[in-house]
């Protein structure tokens, strides 16, 4: 009992650094939700995973660990919930910054913390939710940071992986693959000519550099 102590104290802190990332920017990522009281879209719901968010000290450390020309890149978050990893994309100045969320209630929650974010850091303002299934969606032609909190088992994942390389194929690019929870992480260099250049204990990093 006494060893659990303390990750339930880390525990609490972390929630509580994400009510006031909340409370700050105005707007509300906190919680988890169950798929079951949800509004699914597409023909995927069955391989959807529940929604948590990441904590946001956790994405400003790997967003700004990319060492990238932000400008150039279009930020693409699959399974974006409620929106948090897409404002904290925001900070960075990405030339756009997607959300792909299959639940429609999440869908609608982040659209409104998009309209409502209160930052004087923010950098890029072109932020948008869509209420799609990941495995229909037209990934931009625009060089890419995909980011994945395990948001879907392998039967969705693997179309979304070779639809991906069938993008990479026909208009090469630069893209890099953030997987947080890597639960089926040898599905992105099976399936995709992306390879890893980082591993972490929470998440790995994928890179695909188009050589002109």
């Not at 939710?129 to 392998?154: K, Q």
């Not at 630069?174 to 890597?182: F, G, H, K, S």
Request: net charge neutral.
């Amino acid at each position: 009992m006494t060893k659990l102590v303390p990750d339930v104290l880390l525990n609490a802190v972390g929630e509580a650094r994400c009510r006031i990332f909340d409370w700050r920017h105005g707007v509300r990522t906190c919680g988890e939700a169950k798929l079951n009281d949800l509004t699914l879209v597409g023909n995927n719901a069955e391989h959807a995973v529940f929604y948590h968010a990441a904590h946001p000290k956790f994405l400003f450390e790997v967003f700004s660990s990319l060492k990238l020309n932000y400008p150039s890149y279009t930020f693409v978050d699959f399974g974006s919930g409620k929106g948090r990893a897409l404002l904290v994309a925001s900070e960075f100045p990405f030339s756009e910054i997607v959300g792909v969320e299959l639940a429609t209630e999440l869908h609608e929650i982040a659209s409104r913390n998009i309209r409502n974010y209160r930052s004087k850091t923010q950098k890029c303002k072109n932020v948008k939710s869509l209420n799609v299934d990941a495995a229909e969606f037209e990934l931009p032609l625009t060089p890419l940071v995909l980011y994945l909190f395990n948001p879907f088992r392998p039967a969705v994942l693997i179309p979304v992986l070779q639809r991906l390389q069938r993008s990479l194929n026909s208009h090469p690019r630069d893209v890099t693959l953030i997987y947080v929870a890597p639960f089926h992480a040898p599905l992105i260099e099976q399936e995709t000519a992306l390879r890893c250049v980082e591993e972490s204990v929470y998440h790995n990093t994928y890179r695909f550099e188009h050589q002109l």
